[in-house]
């Protein structure tokens, strides 16, 4: 009985020793047996400041003004002097065309002229035989017809001067402009079509221009004349001022994933005499938006009947350690762009949840490293 | 035991003779020290919070707030005594301990005069008895809630049997829960100190009886009622002291504002304390403590007189 | 009385006592039946409990004993998934262990004083302890909530370690305990001249061993259940002790209240069954008039 009383009273000791340890264990691993439940968030501080609004991007340069020339009369090509890309001054001679065809029909055109002479000569002499004759209606008949011939031989007389002109200019085309041959439309021995340009001559004058898409939230502080600087894919690299000349809205282009907002073309020109066309140019715009307050990334903002909020990380120092829940913080949005918004209604280092490995609500505990 | 008894005597009866007045002196010398050291830690507690906190409550209850402290007199009770929830509450109180007492008394009394008797498993029985008395307050609350309420369990059998249900928490039936779960918690430590003292009534004394042909009744008034007396005055006490307990059940189910049957005067303190109310609670904790101090004063009387009368 | 009727006796007192047993038991077999049934069994069983008062008459919450299932998904809920119920139950260790350990040393000291030692208005000192002992909390309430206050201990377990060290129960058990103790025995010890010092060391407390004994359970057992000091004196939840934290998760969480009240009774219980003769022989103590 005695016994009977020890045994049991060990066997309880044990117990009561077991339970406690037990309890202390499951404390001492509680946080950790938490961390493994919980669900694991990346947090982030906010930054404090105006919204950068960055717009960048890149395009080729496209000449502002053409200079399209046309081959005057349908010559064979007979010598081309200026490839693509030649740099050109005015003046300097292009193309020249064989121009026999139209040397040919000069010549007909003044044998013509020759006979017309020929039959005026012979007006003349009727002309003196009806005055003679005293005919006065055959004489101003035979008049008017002298005068009609004497028109006829002045037209002759400037198609003559024409073709004269054509075959002295058009022979050899020359650049109107100083610039850059950015086509040629032509090749030797062929004729020539009169219909399209035979040369294109990119005018240096007029400058150059390029056209990037923006997030239209970005483009916002943008302006029409701003003054940017414009990077050239040259060796070696160097910038040039431009400024932009058009903003417009860009087609929305179907069901593009980037952002949901709008887009802009923002068309750059510049002018400088060292470029090319097709040449890279790349612009780079930081401008800060006017409001300031925290900077967050778009992706943490969620929305709910109250309005935009953000899940932050408040910490607990309990007993058992410290303890982070995520609250809801209502945030009201002042600006945003592409992936960054300004907000009201956080504190500057109160750490927001960017990323969680488990969907959140408010007060849940989580563990973040 | 006697050298309890030479000191209790020694303290009560000073008068006897010259000798033993000095040789009581002379102990006190002797005992000075060792009696500061043994007492000074549990006296200065005893004093710091309990002793000069009453003080306290009782200079509280006569002014008329802490801040001024401007003596009022007994208009404190005067208010206290207009307060129907405080009248509701005392009497709930008194007759909660005057109802709760003699039952949980009685039935105690009943099992352990049946559990007194040789029987198998009466260990066991005994420690299951006890048991209530380690019953977690919240896993009481748990199965009351469960048994109580009005779509509990006892309702439930209620409506089986073709009877009426009963709004148990929410009528005078309150009180009644209150008394059960009372009797069910206390039963076993009352159990234990009556068999004790049981078991300390010599046996030859009922042989006698028996001898003399006295019945079993004739024998539980003559021998168990006054061997007794003792430890019924200990039970009266720590019952009483148990029935202000009962409060932490009926807190924890029915809140600061229960049923009005069970209102009690702790619930009417808390609620005075809750609101700021200090002259009443102080005045309350006053005539709480008076009544309580007359009631064990006569009981302390009464249990003396029937020692005497046995000896 | 015959043989017979004497056994018929006995055998109807021991059923009689066998039910009273169980029904005292009864609270304790429902609340550990209970939780090895998962959180969707208790919450079908007893979501009528939650729905108030409007819910029909007619549909009433059964006393299920059998779970459907049985399964420890409860205790591993409150286990596991709350850190909540280990802070509080900490809590508790560490509000009850601090009053017991002092409570037993005061408490024996002065129960010796009281017991042994012979001073002017001995007893009518220990009148008063009996008397404060018999006061509810409620009575000296403003006070030490204003002590407290000024020591700077509110909302700090102070406010409630510091009163409960001193509490009168300790010091009567112990006293009536250390009265039981034969003055021979101490004279014994003196005669060798030994003062009062190594008798109480040497002599009161290896035979007062079982009246500590007793006293730490019934303060374990009272302490352990704390309600109105926390509640008053402790403003923050997460300070709050199990007996307080329990009783919330009665109402918000009874899917996992059976396992938690299981594990808030089960170090009670041990030690109860531990110590069971030392707690007997405390209460028959306590219940003799030395």
Same mark, same amino acid.
């Given at each position: 009985?005695?016994?009977?009383?020890?045994?049991?009273?060990?066997?309880?000791?044990?117990? #009561?020793?077991?339970?406690?340890?037990?309890?202390?264990?499951?404390?001492?691993?509680?946080?950790?047996?938490?961390?493994?439940?919980?669900?694991?968030?990346?947090?982030?501080? &906010?930054?404090?400041?105006?919204?950068?609004?960055?717009?960048?991007?890149?395009?080729?340069?496209?000449?502002?003004?053409?200079?399209?020339?046309?081959?005057?009369?349908?010559?064979?090509?007979?010598?081309?002097?200026?490839?693509?890309?030649?740099?050109?001054?005015?003046?300097?001679?292009?193309?020249?065309?064989?121009?026999?065809?139209?040397?040919?029909?000069?010549?007909?055109?003044?044998?013509?002229?020759?006979?017309?002479?020929?039959?005026?000569?012979?007006?003349?002499?009727?002309?003196?035989?009806?005055?003679?004759?005293?005919?006065?209606?055959?004489?101003?008949?035979?008049?008017?017809?002298?005068?009609?011939?004497?028109?006829?031989?002045?037209?002759?007389?400037?198609?003559?001067?024409?073709?004269?002109?054509?075959?002295?200019?058009?022979?050899?085309?020359?650049?109107?402009?100083?610039?850059?041959?950015?086509?040629?439309?032509?090749?030797?021995?062929?004729?020539?079509?009169?219909?399209?340009?035979?040369?294109?001559?990119?005018?240096?004058?007029?400058?150059?221009?390029?056209?990037?898409?923006?997030?239209?939230?970005?483009?916002?502080?943008?302006?029409?004349?701003?003054?940017?600087?414009?990077?050239?894919?040259?060796?070696?690299?160097?910038? #040039?001022?431009?400024?932009?000349?058009?903003?417009?809205?860009?087609?929305?282009?179907?069901?593009?994933?980037?952002?949901?907002?709008?887009?802009?073309?923002?068309?750059?020109?510049?002018?400088?005499?060292?470029?090319?066309?097709?040449?890279?140019?790349?612009?780079?715009?930081?401008?800060?938006?006017?409001?300031?307050?925290?900077? #967050?990334?778009?992706?943490?903002?969620?929305?709910?009947?109250?309005?935009?909020?953000?899940?932050?990380?408040?910490?607990?120092?309990? &007993?058992?350690?410290?303890?982070?829940?995520?609250?809801?913080?209502?945030?009201?949005?002042?600006?945003?762009?592409?992936?960054?918004?300004?907000?009201?209604?956080?504190?500057?280092?109160?750490?927001?949840?960017?990323?969680?490995?488990?969907?959140?609500?408010?007060?849940?505990?989580?563990?973040?490293? | 035991?006697?050298?309890?008894?030479?000191?209790?005597?020694?303290?009560?009866?000073?008068?006897?003779?010259?000798?033993?007045?000095?040789?009581?002196?002379?102990?006190?010398?002797?005992?000075?020290?060792?009696?500061?050291?043994?007492?000074?830690?549990?006296?200065?507690?005893? +004093?710091?919070?309990?002793?000069?906190?009453?003080?306290?409550?009782?200079?509280?209850?006569?002014?008329?707030?802490?801040?001024?402290?401007?003596?009022?007199?007994?208009?404190?009770?005067?208010?206290?005594?207009?307060?129907?929830?405080?009248?509701?509450?005392?009497?709930?109180?008194?007759?909660?301990?005057?109802?709760?007492?003699?039952?949980?008394?009685?039935?105690?009394?009943?099992?352990?005069? +049946?559990?007194?008797?040789?029987?198998?498993?009466?260990?066991?029985?005994?420690?299951?008895?006890?048991?209530?008395?380690?019953?977690?307050?919240?896993?009481?609350?748990?199965?009351?809630?469960?048994?109580?309420?009005?779509?509990?369990?006892?309702?439930?059998?209620?409506?089986?049997?073709?009877?009426?249900?009963?709004?148990?928490?929410?009528?005078?039936?309150?009180?009644?829960?209150?008394?059960?779960?009372?009797?069910?918690?206390?039963?076993?430590?009352?159990?234990?100190?009556?068999?004790?003292?049981?078991?300390?009534?010599?046996?030859?004394?009922?042989?006698?009886?028996?001898?003399?042909?006295?019945?079993?009744?004739?024998?539980?008034?003559?021998?168990?009622?006054?061997?007794?007396?003792?430890?019924?005055?200990?039970?009266?006490?720590?019952?009483?002291?148990?029935?202000?307990?009962?409060?932490?059940?009926?807190?924890?189910?029915?809140?600061?504002?229960?049923?009005?049957?069970?209102?009690?005067?702790?619930?009417?303190?808390?609620?005075?304390?809750?609101?700021?109310?200090?002259?009443?609670?102080?005045?309350?904790?006053?005539?709480?403590?008076?009544?309580?101090?007359?009631?064990?004063?006569?009981?302390?009387?009464?249990?003396?007189?029937?020692?005497?009368?046995?000896? | 009385?015959?043989?017979?009727?004497?056994?018929?006796?006995?055998?109807?007192?021991?059923?009689?006592?066998?039910?009273?047993?169980?029904?005292?038991?009864?609270?304790?077999?429902?609340?550990?039946?209970?939780?090895?049934?998962?959180?969707?069994?208790?919450?079908?069983?007893?979501?009528?409990?939650?729905?108030?008062?409007?819910?029909?008459?007619?549909?009433?919450?059964?006393?299920?004993?059998? &779970?459907?299932?049985?399964?420890?998904?409860?205790?591993?809920?409150?286990?596991?998934?709350?850190?909540?119920?280990?802070?509080? *139950?900490?809590?508790?260790?560490?509000?009850?262990?601090?009053?017991?350990?002092?409570?037993?040393?005061?408490?024996?000291?002065?129960?010796?004083?009281?017991?042994?030692?012979?001073?002017?208005?001995?007893?009518?000192?220990?009148?008063?302890?009996?008397?404060?002992?018999?006061?509810?909390?409620?009575?000296?309430?403003?006070?030490?909530?204003?002590?407290?206050?000024?020591?700077?201990?509110?909302?700090?377990?102070?406010?409630?370690?510091?009163?409960?060290?001193?509490?009168?129960?300790?010091?009567?058990?112990?006293?009536?305990?250390?009265?039981?103790?034969?003055?021979?025995?101490?004279?014994?010890?003196?005669?060798?001249?030994?003062?009062?010092?190594?008798?109480?060391?040497?002599?009161?407390?290896?035979?007062?061993?079982?009246?500590?004994?007793?006293?730490?359970?019934?303060?374990?057992?009272?302490?352990?259940?704390?309600?109105?000091?926390?509640?008053?004196? +402790?403003?923050?939840?997460?300070?709050?002790?199990?007996?307080?934290?329990?009783?919330?998760?009665?109402?918000?969480?009874?899917?996992?209240? *059976?396992?938690?009240?299981?594990?808030?009774?089960?170090?009670?219980?041990?030690?109860?069954?531990?110590?069971?003769?030392?707690?007997?022989?405390?209460?028959?103590?306590?219940?003799?008039?030395?």
């Amino acid at each position: 009985m005695q016994t009977n009383m020890e045994r049991r009273k060990k066997t309880l000791g044990w117990l #009561i020793g077991l339970f406690f340890t037990l309890l202390l264990a499951l404390t001492f691993l509680s946080n950790t047996i938490q961390g493994l439940s919980l669900p694991k968030v990346s947090v982030q501080k &906010p930054d404090m400041g105006g919204l950068d609004l960055n717009v960048t991007g890149d395009g080729f340069l496209q000449p502002a003004h053409t200079a399209q020339l046309f081959a005057e009369g349908d010559w064979k090509v007979e010598e081309i002097l200026k490839k693509k890309n030649d740099r050109v001054k005015r003046g300097d001679a292009l193309v020249t065309f064989d121009t026999a065809s139209t040397r040919r029909t000069l010549q007909d055109e003044k044998t013509r002229y020759e006979q017309q002479k020929l039959q005026m000569a012979k007006m003349m002499d009727q002309m003196k035989a009806v005055l003679s004759s005293e005919d006065s209606a055959g004489a101003d008949n035979q008049k008017r017809d002298l005068e009609s011939h004497k028109l006829d031989m002045q037209v002759q007389e400037r198609k003559i001067a024409d073709l004269e002109k054509q075959i002295a200019e058009g022979g050899t085309l020359k650049a109107p402009v100083d610039g850059i041959v950015i086509n040629v439309n032509a090749s030797e021995g062929a004729v020539a079509s009169r219909g399209q340009p035979i040369v294109e001559i990119a005018d240096d004058a007029a400058g150059y221009q390029f056209s990037i898409v923006a997030d239209s939230n970005d483009a916002s502080m943008l302006r029409i004349g701003d003054k940017v600087r414009v990077q050239l894919d040259e060796e070696p690299r160097r910038s #040039i001022e431009g400024f932009i000349s058009d903003i417009e809205d860009a087609p929305t282009g179907g069901n593009d994933e980037s952002t949901d907002g709008t887009n802009e073309t923002i068309t750059f020109d510049v002018t400088d005499a060292k470029l090319q066309p097709g040449l890279k140019a790349y612009v780079s715009i930081s401008n800060q938006s006017r409001s300031m307050g925290m900077q #967050i990334p778009k992706s943490v903002l969620e929305q709910d009947n109250n309005g935009y909020f953000v899940y932050t990380v408040m910490e607990k120092d309990g &007993p058992l350690g410290t303890a982070y829940y995520a609250v809801k913080t209502y945030v009201t949005i002042r600006d945003e762009n592409g992936d960054t918004a300004v907000t009201d209604g956080l504190l500057p280092d109160e750490p927001f949840i960017t990323e969680s490995s488990e969907p959140i609500s408010d007060g849940d505990r989580v563990r973040y490293s | 035991m006697h050298g309890y008894d030479e000191g209790h005597e020694g303290e009560c009866k000073p008068w006897k003779g010259g000798n033993h007045l000095i040789r009581i002196r002379q102990q006190y010398r002797r005992d000075a020290p060792f009696t500061l050291l043994f007492l000074a830690p549990s006296l200065a507690g005893f +004093l710091l919070f309990f002793i000069v906190p009453f003080g306290a409550v009782v200079y509280y209850s006569v002014i008329d707030n802490p801040v001024n402290g401007n003596f009022v007199g007994l208009s404190n009770y005067e208010a206290l005594w207009d307060s129907g929830s405080f009248r509701k509450a005392l009497v709930n109180s008194l007759l909660f301990a005057g109802v709760s007492v003699p039952l949980l008394f009685a039935v105690s009394l009943g099992l352990s005069l +049946l559990l007194r008797a040789k029987l198998p498993f009466r260990q066991s029985m005994r420690t299951m008895f006890l048991l209530p008395l380690v019953v977690p307050v919240a896993s009481v609350i748990l199965v009351w809630q469960t048994l109580f309420q009005w779509n509990g369990a006892i309702n439930g059998l209620f409506l089986a049997w073709g009877m009426n249900p009963v709004d148990w928490m929410n009528s005078n039936w309150a009180f009644a829960v209150m008394l059960a779960v009372f009797v069910w918690k206390n039963a076993g430590y009352n159990l234990i100190v009556f068999l004790a003292g049981l078991s300390n009534i010599p046996t030859e004394q009922y042989e006698s009886a028996s001898m003399d042909g006295a019945g079993p009744i004739r024998a539980f008034m003559h021998i168990t009622w006054p061997g007794l007396a003792p430890t019924s005055f200990f039970v009266v006490v720590m019952s009483i002291v148990q029935s202000f307990k009962v409060f932490r059940e009926t807190y924890l189910v029915a809140g600061a504002y229960p049923n009005d049957s069970i209102y009690t005067l702790q619930h009417f303190m808390n609620n005075m304390f809750a609101s700021l109310d200090y002259p009443k609670l102080t005045a309350a904790a006053v005539l709480l403590s008076i009544v309580i101090g007359v009631t064990v004063y006569v009981l302390f009387r009464a249990e003396r007189r029937s020692r005497e009368a046995l000896q | 009385m015959t043989d017979a009727m004497r056994k018929s006796m006995t055998a109807m007192k021991l059923a009689f006592l066998i039910l009273i047993a169980l029904a005292m038991l009864f609270p304790v077999v429902l609340t550990v039946s209970n939780s090895f049934m998962s959180e969707e069994e208790i919450g079908r069983h007893y979501d009528l409990l939650d729905g108030g008062d409007t819910a029909a008459a007619g549909k009433n919450v059964m006393i299920r004993l059998i &779970p459907e299932t049985v399964t420890l998904s409860q205790f591993g809920e409150v286990l596991l998934k709350r850190p909540k119920f280990l802070l509080h *139950f900490w809590n508790s260790v560490k509000l009850t262990l601090p009053i017991i350990a002092g409570q037993a040393i005061i408490g024996t000291l002065a129960g010796f004083a009281f017991a042994k030692l012979a001073f002017p208005g001995r007893d009518r000192l220990f009148f008063v302890y009996l008397l404060t002992m018999l006061m509810p909390f409620q009575v000296t309430l403003v006070p030490n909530y204003l002590v407290a206050d000024k020591l700077g201990f509110l909302n700090s377990y102070g406010a409630i370690i510091l009163p409960g060290l001193f509490a009168s129960f300790g010091v009567f058990l112990m006293r009536q305990f250390m009265a039981s103790i034969p003055d021979a025995y101490l004279e014994a010890i003196r005669i060798d001249g030994a003062g009062h010092l190594r008798a109480f060391i040497h002599i009161a407390l290896p035979l007062a061993k079982p009246g500590i004994a007793a006293l730490v359970l019934l303060s374990f057992v009272d302490n352990w259940n704390m309600v109105e000091q926390p509640i008053l004196f +402790l403003s923050e939840p997460f300070r709050q002790p199990l007996s307080v934290y329990l009783a919330t998760i009665a109402e918000g969480a009874r899917g996992v209240a *059976f396992a938690a009240s299981v594990l808030y009774m089960t170090p009670m219980v041990l030690i109860f069954l531990y110590g069971e003769e030392h707690l007997v022989e405390g209460i028959q103590m306590s219940g003799i008039k030395g």
